[in-house]
């Protein structure tokens, strides 16, 4: 046999193992199983009810995260009333206490007074200055300016008036700390609110993706369907 005879027989032997490997293949086609058109209906159906259910909770919950920051706006507007009544109560606890320190300077003793009444004046500035430390109530530096015989209804009034602005004054630096603490917690709840928010918004996203995919899947078997039955 020639060469000639060789290389058609080895062409004829390369056709025949082609024709078994492509029966091999359509076989092997016919024998793996097409996706179910139903189940491939009732995920794409689950998928879209999860897409849409992740997205009213997406929506929610950027409503709830603009509530606690509009929250925020309103405790430091709250805060910063309280820190102007804060300043309100120094600068009158201030006067006050101007008032009353003048009255007793101005009711003080001569150098030239008898020695015992110098020494209970000298008591009476001591128990000032212990009172305005917040040492003595005013109802004990009262008591000794009344047995130093250096008490008078005025400066009482004063003392009073002095008395009553440093509690308000107290009142309000405890106001305006509350109200401090009230920003700090409206901020972080913000801040949690929105972070939550975000991650539903970034979960409806992936949900409606994989919905349209699987909805597009059962459009295009359904398609394919139709044209294998126009075709028969």
Known sequence: MGATGV?????????????????????????TPRPDLARLRTEAAELTVHATEVRLDAVRAAE??????????????VRDAAWTAQEVAEQAYDLAWQAA??????????????????RERAVARAALSAYRRGDISVQELREVFRRSGDW????????????????????????HDRAAAGVRRA????????????????EAAESAAEADEA??????????????????
């Open 101 to 118: 320190q003048a009255g007793r300077q101005a009711a003080r003793v001569t150098d030239d007074a008898p020695a015992d009444e110098d």
């Open 187 to 202: 901020e972080q709840a913000a801040r949690v609110a929105e972070v939550a928010a975000e991650a539903l918004v970034d």
């Open 64 to 77: 709830r995260a603009v509530l606690a920051r509009a929250e925020v706006t309103i405790a430091e507007q």
């Open 7 to 31: 290389w058609a027989l080895l062409m004829a032997g390369g056709s025949v193992v082609l024709a078994l490997l492509g029966l091999a293949v359509m076989a092997d086609r016919n024998r």
């Open 152 to 175: 008078d209804p005025v400066q009482e009034e004063r003392e009073r008036a002095a008395e009553r602005c440093r509690i308000e004054q107290g009142a309000a630096r405890r106001a």
């Open 215 to 232: 909805q597009l899947a059962v459009d295009r078997r359904t398609a394919g369907r139709r044209f294998l039955r126009r075709k028969r």
